[in-house]
């Protein structure tokens, strides 16, 4: 139990459903757990500059899949509880559950990194494993993994948590007073010049004189 003081092992569960309910076999738990982690959250701008203009202004494109990534050690020499013998097997064991493509879904398996409160379900994007210690006959007895892993959001859980303020939907809204256009279709699309096309799609010739109280429609933008 996080918290309570008792020693948890970071655990990988494989699943084979990206709704992360159906399991695709045994966890992996690590013997040694990293000694850092990082979380990496990213978004993503549109910053290209028009033709002719002195400078660019960056619109929001999208929130980009968190990643996490650290470092996990392997040692075969006996001193760390419940090690195998070969360094290379507990490597398989990792690439078993997190990196091998697995027939049933066609793709390697979807995952969930549990450790104390770092809860995260994504699939992993790359393992880079550094072999350090050797038997006399080659056998490894440690090894260094580099892993990198990306989130993951099923399509029926993304649809609702995700701001449906999207341009790419139609919007109804009530004009009030204090309202412009303009200022309504920058909300809106991040843009006020599509104030011409709201305009001529709700039949209003003169859009300085909307009268508080008019339910105005905003269609999906034109794709290019």
Sequence with gaps: MAGSGKLEKLTIYPFKDPGFSQKAGDPFVV???????????????????????????????????????????????????????????????????????????????????????????????????????????????????????????DAKTLALTEDKKSPDLTHAILFKSGDNLPNLCYQIYGDANYYQEVAKANGIIHYRNITPGTKLYFPPLKKN
């Design 31 to 153: 013997n040694i757990n990293p000694e850092k982690y990082t979380h990496s959250h990213n978004i993503n701008y549109n910053d290209k500059q028009a033709l002719g203009s002195a400078g660019s202004s960056s619109k929001f494109e999208k929130t980009a899949p968190e990643t996490i990534s650290f470092e996990l050690m392997f040692d075969a020499t006996g001193a760390i509880p419940g090690s195998s013998t070969d360094a290379s097997q507990d490597v398989d064991k990792l690439k078993t559950v997190a990196y091998t493509f697995n027939g049933d879904i066609h793709s390697p398996n979807y995952l969930k990194l549990s450790w104390g409160s770092l809860v995260f379900n994504g699939r992993l994007t790359s393992l880079e494993v550094n072999y350090t210690l050797f038997k006399p006959d080659g056998t490894p007895l440690r090894a260094k993994a580099n892993v990198s892993f990306q989130s993951y959001v």
